[in-house]
């Protein structure tokens, strides 16, 4: 939600955080921010309910040249941990894509968006599609559907055509962004010895939207 809120058109995602910070203070929650939830961590807090919300993470597909230097993700970009050239290429082209190529754009890159199905925003509902394709429009985002990504080189991303043609798209700096996958890690850690219960909410149940994760969290507290 963090990383979310960077793109232009979620900005007031920062209101909603302050909102639940507010309110968990009202309720006496207490936080505790930088501080990573290890399995030690948890067995010393002997907690009677543990829930657990770690998210999603990125996925890598499987290409030649995926980890060349000239790759990155977008969890890695929206956190600022690289510096982008002037040609930026986005490999997917889901709502994330979409969202984080106009937080791209918005700095003066040349974007270009790739998609191997037929629409871009794909994911996208119908109100949101408008406002984004008028952004697009805005930031001059290139976009190209019915590609496929056969590899990644130090000029760009190499795709073939649904013709059948192979062509390269100049890239300084690629970002993968296809559908991220839940993050399992914690919860693969924990043991039923860690707490009598155990949930987990969100993403890291499986890679879903704001919506879910904030009526998982409802349900499961109403329940405790
Ligand atoms: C760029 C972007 C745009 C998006 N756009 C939309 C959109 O338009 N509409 C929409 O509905 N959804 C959107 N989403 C998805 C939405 O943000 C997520 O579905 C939602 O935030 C999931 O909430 P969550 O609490 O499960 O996980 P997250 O919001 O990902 O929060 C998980 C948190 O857990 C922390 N964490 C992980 N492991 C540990 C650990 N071991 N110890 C302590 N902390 C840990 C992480 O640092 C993170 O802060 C977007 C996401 C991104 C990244």
Redesign the pocket.
């Known amino acids: 939600?963090?990383?979310?809120a960077?793109?232009p058109l979620?900005r007031e995602w920062n209101d909603l955080v302050k909102y639940y910070a507010a309110q968990m203070k009202k309720v006496g929650v207490r936080t505790e921010l930088g501080?990573?939830?290890?399995p030690d961590v948890i067995k010393k807090e002997k907690p009677d309910v543990l829930i657990i919300?770690?998210?999603?993470k990125p996925t890598k597909p499987e290409l030649p040249g995926i980890d060349n230097q000239n790759v990155t993700n977008?969890?890695d970009l929206?956190d600022n941990k690289v510096t982008l050239g002037d040609k930026v290429v986005f490999i997917g082209g889901n709502?994330?894509a979409v969202?984080?190529a106009e937080y791209v754009a918005v700095q003066g890159k040349k974007v270009t968006i790739l998609e191997e199905g037929k629409r871009i925003g794909y994911d996208i509902n119908i109100f949101n599609t408008l406002v984004h394709r008028r952004k697009m429009d805005e930031y001059k985002i290139k976009t190209l559907v019915n590609v496929k990504v056969d590899r990644i080189e130090d000029e760009g991303v190499v795709v073939t055509t649904l013709g059948g043609k192979e062509a390269t798209i100049p890239a300084d700096t690629i970002v993968v962004a296809l559908p991220f996958e839940a993050?399992t890690g914690?919860r693969q850690q924990i043991s039923v010895t860690s707490a009598p219960e155990i949930y987990s909410?969100?993403?890291?149940v499986s890679?879903?939207?704001?919506?879910?994760?904030i009526h998982d969290g409802f349900k499961v507290g109403v329940k405790v």
Do not use: H, N, P, W
Not at 207 to 213: D, M
């Open positions: 939600m963090r990383l979310g960077k793109s979620l501080k990573e939830a290890t919300a770690t998210g999603s977008v969890f929206l709502e994330i969202q984080t993050d914690l909410i969100g993403d890291c890679f879903r939207k704001l919506y879910e994760a």
